[in-house]
């Protein structure tokens, strides 16, 4: 597990875009930690291997919190410039942090075109983007004008949209999306 975190962190580093990572991918990091944590418990901390196991705990910990800050980082980009992220190149654990933060991101932009417009903004509740639904796309879909007059798209396969609610629901009854259920 070493050596695929090692390789995961060193193309993240290495390249501008967003890097796939395979679905499980934080919880099998997860149980890798935990193996070493309860093998070092097991070993004397002055032996080699107790000194080799503490030493791959903090690369193993160096290396996590900067794939994490990292990706975090590239997914907000994304997301405040208004990209779309395919979801195969986010894990389990991403794509439903990418869905809140597309629906928060969405009311900001709408809270910007309402007063740019010179129409009363729309209060937001804390719940998030009321009136608006979050989907993934099964199918390419063409540029769409949504009930609030705005532009959405084109979409490809795997993207992930915050739409108006009526749009959304359209979609998916005509099996071009599916709600993603943002927690």
Do not use: C
């Not at 540029?143 to 992930?160: A, L």
Request: no cysteine; charged share 35%; net charge neutral.
């Amino acid at each position: 597990m070493y050596d695929e975190l090692f390789e995961f962190w060193r193309k993240e580093r290495g390249n501008a875009g967003l890097q796939s990572l395979p679905k499980d991918f934080y919880a099998r990091l997860a149980d890798y930690v935990r193996r070493i944590r309860e093998e070092r418990r097991m070993m004397d901390e002055e032996s080699v291997r107790g000194k080799l196991l503490r030493i791959e705990e903090e690369n193993v910990r160096r290396m996590i919190h900067d794939l994490i800050r990292v990706r975090h980082e590239k997914i907000l980009r994304l997301v405040i410039s208004g990209d779309i992220v395919p979801l195969t190149a986010l894990t389990e654990e991403e794509e439903g942090l990418y869905s809140s933060l597309s629906m928060y991101a969405e009311a900001y932009r709408s809270l910007l075109e309402d007063v740019v417009q010179g129409r009363r903004p729309r209060k937001i509740s804390r719940e998030g983007a009321k009136g608006f639904l979050v989907v993934r796309i099964v199918r390419e879909i063409p540029q769409i004008v949504g009930v609030d007059m705005k532009i959405y798209g084109p979409f490809k396969p795997e993207d992930i949209a915050t739409l108006p609610e009526e749009n959304a629901r359209a979609l998916i009854k005509q099996g071009a999306a599916v709600e993603v259920s943002v927690q």
